[in-house]
């Protein structure tokens, strides 16, 4: 017997913004620039750091752009900027899981050493104004990383696109997962395929045949329509 489950699925791109098909790109292009444009300043704070030969643990610090530094600090700066640096380089919904995580580590270290300011467990030798930075930076990254990502009517290019309540349908669960190489492969191809359109750097095959896939409902079918191309090409 075929498990079965009311589960929402996925529907057409609507109209307006939210059925924009460039709105993927748009997204994945402000977050990379938003991430990148974070570890740059970051990098520049920690390599000055490095310049001027601060104290690895002094709780005191030195002045660079403006905020209090040390060693420790500026070691942590760069570490941080590369990371963000590398999550640009990636896919989407990587730079944007790392900016979440990142943002809410720039809060939760706001908080921490705001309770520690001027006493001897402050290694990172915050002030003030660290701490403000500390919760501007977490605010941007943590909106840059949400951007287009939790919120709903996402297009169905989108590389965050989920599952939407309210369109309810009995699935058939063992149906929709492949259960051949050939269908695990096809998988492989298609998700592939979506990210190179968000991306504007899809082929014209791979263009046709995720436009061909854009009016089914379940995976299943949407791979179905990917091999028929797959049968078209070798009976061509």
Request: net charge neutral.
């Amino acid at each position: 017997m075929a498990l079965r489950l009311h589960l929402p699925h996925r529907t057409k791109p609507s109209s307006g913004p939210a059925g924009d098909p460039h709105l993927g790109a748009r997204v994945f292009a402000v977050q990379r620039a938003g991430a990148v444009l974070v570890a740059l300043v970051l990098l520049v704070f920690g390599l000055l750091g490095f310049a001027d030969n601060l104290d690895y643990f002094s709780t005191e610090g030195e002045r660079i752009l403006g905020l209090s530094s040390n060693g420790l600090l500026s070691t942590i700066s760069v570490v941080v900027a590369l990371v963000l640096l590398a999550a640009a380089a990636r896919s989407p919904r990587t730079v944007s899981t790392v900016m979440l995580v990142i943002g809410a580590l720039f809060l939760l270290s706001a908080l921490v050493n705001l309770a520690v300011l001027r006493t001897s467990f402050n290694l990172l030798a915050f002030e003030f104004e660290n701490v403000v930075f500390s919760v501007v930076v977490g605010l941007l990254l943590l909106t840059l990383g949400a951007y287009g990502r939790i919120s709903g009517h996402l297009p169905a290019d989108s590389p965050y696109a989920r599952l939407r309540p309210g369109d309810d349908e009995d699935i058939d669960l063992t149906s929709d997962l492949p259960s051949t190489p050939a269908e695990v492969e096809a998988e492989r191809a298609m998700r592939e395929a979506e990210v190179a359109v968000v991306q504007h750097v899809a082929t014209n095959d791979q263009r046709r045949r995720v436009a061909a896939m854009a009016s089914q409902h379940s995976r299943a079918d949407r791979r179905r329509v990917w091999m028929s191309f797959d049968d078209a090409h070798r009976l061509g």
